[in-house]
């Protein structure tokens, strides 16, 4: 796919009917910059690339531009459209979306949208593609889910997609999903060895329990923060994004492994301090329990003692 050209009336913050912008298609120079200060308008042409391919808009405002509908006259309709020229398995598609909006009663409403797909046979003529199959031809010319790799956002820099962040670390620990199922059967069979080597060791019931807690939240920490980490990355580079993903949420993982399971300080690794440390806490929660216990009982044998019991 080769996107020829761009052109927009009256969307976003363009006001009026602009001149396409046109891109490079040569095979040796196919490369076009758009430079823009803040706020001139480079976000909205990549909005006006989504809406014109999938009809989504990332505003909460309607399409139109607010100066011509603030300008607009009772009983005055004014078109917005973007339309997009491209070329696709050697045919030039024509791709136009469009709204009409009119004023009444003071209000300003928009009418349904249209979406028209025009093609360019071999003598030239133009061809229309059915409207009911417009949207199903723009998204076998590319679909809706790789739209992130083509058309990115630069805010996404600043702002990396907590959404990517969230779904990837929910997806990740969600046992419904083949990924997850296989990441929560890793901490389990982790936990269950550290279970079974305590066992073996005739190792004292808290401090199993304590261990299991300490090889559980290590193991669930890990795929979050890789996972996480994975999706950062993943979001920031277009194109290859999920390779670069994959790379950073391994070396990620490998990092945490080294840290918490490897380098050991004074003899122990980090996960032996932590458990040290959880085992300490689980013997006086034990040792408080049984106190609180026996004052209790003793509390409980003086009473009965004093009824004559």
Known sequence: MKIKSIQFGNFGCYKGIHDPILFSTDSQKNVTVILGANKSGKTTLVQAFLWCLYGSYAQRDTVINSEVKHEMQL??????????????????????????????????RG???????????????QQAIDLADCQDT????????????FFYEGERFVDISKKDVATAVKGALNPKTLGGA??????????????????????RTQKIVSDAVVD????????????????????????????????????????????????????KSASDWMKEGAGWVADKVVEGASWVGD????????????LGF
Do not use: C
């Open 75 to 108: 009983s005055s309709f004014r078109e917005v459209f973007v339309e997009i020229v491209l070329v696709h398995a050697g045919r030039e598609y024509a791709i136009r979306r469009s709204q009409r909006f009119s004023k009444s009663n003071e209000r300003v």
């Open 111 to 125: 009418a349904d949208i249209s979406l028209k797909v025009n093609y360019k046979e071999v003598n030239g003529e």
């Open 138 to 149: 723009v998204n076998n010319i590319l679909p809706q889910e790789l739209s992130d790799y």
């Open 182 to 203: 296989l990441n929560w059967a890793g901490v389990a069979l982790d936990t269950g060895m550290g279970i079974y080597d305590n066992i073996q060791a005739g190792t």
């Open 216 to 267: 559980a939240g290590i193991g669930v920490g890990t795929i979050w923060a890789s996972t996480a980490a994975g999706a950062a990355l993943g979001s920031i580079v277009p194109g290859p994004g999920n390779v670069v993903g994959a790379v950073g949420g391994f070396v990620v993982g490998g990092i945490i492994y080294l840290a918490t399971d490897v380098i050991q300080i004074n003899g």
């Open 295 to 306: 004052k209790i009982s003793d509390g409980w044998n003086s009473f009965t003692s004093w």
